[in-house]
C-alpha cells in the first residue's frame, strides 16, 4: 500500500510558477506509474500529466503541454509537477496518484490509478 502526501499548493499570480511535491510512503515508490490529476468544484477531476516507474516517459494532457513538467526522485520517493506560465483556468485542487498498472486502463484514466493523495489547492489570479 501507497499512501501520497502532496504539498506546494497556493496562490500565484497569472504568469507565474509553482512546484507541487507528492510524497510517497513505503519501498515500492519506484514500482508505480505517477500521475497528476487536477479538479474545479462542481468539475469532474482532470487528467494533468504522468511519469512512468523510472521517470523515463512522460505524457501530458494538452492543456498543459509546455507549461508543465512531470519528474520524479524514486531515491527520495518524492513526484514533482513543476507548473510554469500559470494561467487563471489552471485554478483547482491538484492531485497525484499512484498506478500499479494492473489494470487495463490507460495512466491519463482515473481508473488506472490505485491510491490518491488528499490534495492542494493553486489558485491562480488574473
Known amino acids: 500500500q501507497v499512501q501520497l502526501v502532496e504539498s506546494g499548493g497556493g496562490l500565484v499570480q497569472a504568469g507565474g510558477s509553482l512546484r507541487l511535491s507528492c510524497a510517497a510512503s513505503g519501498r515500492t515508490f519506484n514500482s508505480y506509474t505517477m500521475g497528476w490529476f487536477r479538479q474545479e468544484p462542481g468539475k469532474e477531476r482532470e487528467f494533468v500529466g504522468y511519469i512512468r516507474r523510472n521517470g523515463d516517459y512522460t505524457y501530458y494532457a494538452d492543456s498543459v503541454k509546455g507549461r508543465f513538467t512531470i519528474s520524479r526522485d524514486n531515491a527520495k520517493n518524492t513526484l514533482y509537477l513543476q507548473m510554469n506560465s500559470l494561467k487563471p483556468e489552471d485554478t483547482a485542487v491538484y492531485y497525484c496518484?499512484?498506478?500499479?498498472?494492473?489494470?487495463?486502463?490507460?495512466?491519463?484514466?482515473?481508473?488506472?490509478?490505485?491510491?490518491w493523495g488528499q490534495g492542494t489547492q493553486v489558485t491562480v489570479s488574473s
Open positions: 496518484a499512484a498506478s500499479s498498472g494492473t489494470t487495463r486502463y490507460h495512466e491519463s484514466l482515473k481508473s488506472a490509478y490505485d491510491y
